[in-house]
């Protein structure tokens, strides 16, 4: 069974950094993508990053500015995403996903594996 599991949100403030963490339980993260997106309240769920399961990664949208990196350790089974520089825009919950296909999307309809989300706020 798949479980995806995140952790490392936060109330920070503006200009500070995060590292968010994502455990994947039930699959080998070379296997499939694996994606973080985020959802502010009122906001469609949109993509920051994916990493292929070669270790390729991609940033979508805002986030190919340059202030969110993605990664992940394949002996922990863990993805993770590094935010610096938060600005209040940022507040949002952050979700880590994986899709059963061979390539990354920015679509979260491509996504059929889901964690429960982490709390991301950051005061101006």
């Known amino acids: 069974q798949l479980q995806l599991v995140e952790s490392g949100g936060a109330l920070v403030q503006s200009g500070g950094s995060l590292r968010l963490s994502c455990v994947v339980s039930?699959?080998?993260?070379?296997?499939?993508?694996s994606a973080w997106f985020r959802q502010a309240p009122g906001k469609d769920r949109e993509a920051i990053s994916c990493?292929?399961?070669?270790?390729?990664?991609?940033n979508y949208g805002d986030s190919e500015k340059g202030r969110f990196t993605i990664s992940r350790d394949i002996f922990k089974n863990t993805v993770y995403l590094q935010i610096d520089n938060l600005k209040p825009d940022d507040t949002a919950i952050y979700y880590c996903a994986v899709r059963r296909a061979p390539v990354c999307s920015g679509d979260r309809f491509a996504y059929d594996s889901w964690g429960q989300g982490t709390q991301v706020t950051v005061s101006s």
């Open positions: 990493i292929s399961r070669g270790g390729v990664t991609r």
């Open positions: 039930g699959l080998p993260l070379d296997y499939f993508p």
